[in-house]
């Protein structure tokens, strides 16, 4: 975030380069019910990013010093697959995705109702297959629809969108440009039903009034991405899912 680019983010009329608004999400879809072997799982494409998420359990907890006679334990697991990037990615787990996995893990906690599956343990593994930007907050959303299609009892889903600063406009669901060459990302995650904020962070400098902006942005954002989580699975169990 930050770098200095000659690129103009936002054109004068107020078009950004994909042609959107400032608050236009891009194109997506979900699919939920991809995956025979999973418990429960979700396909979805967000622009260009292409993620796939899987749920396994409840099932025995391994090692079984994790678990909780109070509750399930959640393991959230999110990697992007080697070729996801243009410059080819060194396979296995670092610091971004070790750091994604908690905070993705932590907001997960706040919804699925744990408590009914004491001394268990429920893997969620999300595959970015490729990545354009957003990657947190997309397989957030399609984690949240594997875990309602593997029957995980749950408050809520949680839906996840970002909004940041684009050349000198507050922008909602920043493309890949956008996120390079911005001046700020601010990633955003909330429980639809009860507006409850179980994800928020910020990658560069916003003035009060332009974080708050941006909030209400990403907010609108997740919404948006709420009515598609419900479609794919009211698709799958009407009959229009695979599994």
Known sequence: MGMKS?????????????GRAIDEMRPLKIEAGVLEQADG??????GNNKVIAAVYGPRECLPRHKASPYGSTLMYRYNMAPFSVDDRKRPGRDR???????????????VVLTERFPNSMININVEVLQADAGTRCAALTAASVALADAGIPMKDMV???????????IVLDLGKLEDN??????PMAIVPHTGEIVLLQMDG?????????AMTLATKGCMMAYEEQKK????????????
């Open 41 to 46: 799982s979700a396909y979805l494409e967000w």
């Open 205 to 213: 400098d916003l003035s009060p009034k332009e974080f708050k902006t």
């Open 181 to 186: 060459f911005g001046k700020a990302d601010v």
């Open 159 to 169: 839906a996840s969108c970002a909004a940041g600063k684009a050349g000198d406009h």
């Open 232 to 243: 794919a699975l009211k698709a799958k169990y009407k009959g229009g899912g695979k599994k």
């Open 6 to 18: 000659d690129i103009k983010l936002i054109d004068a009329k107020g078009k950004r380069l994909d």
């Open 96 to 110: 971004r995705s070790t750091e994604i996995s908690k905070i993705s893990e932590e907001a997960l906690n706040k």
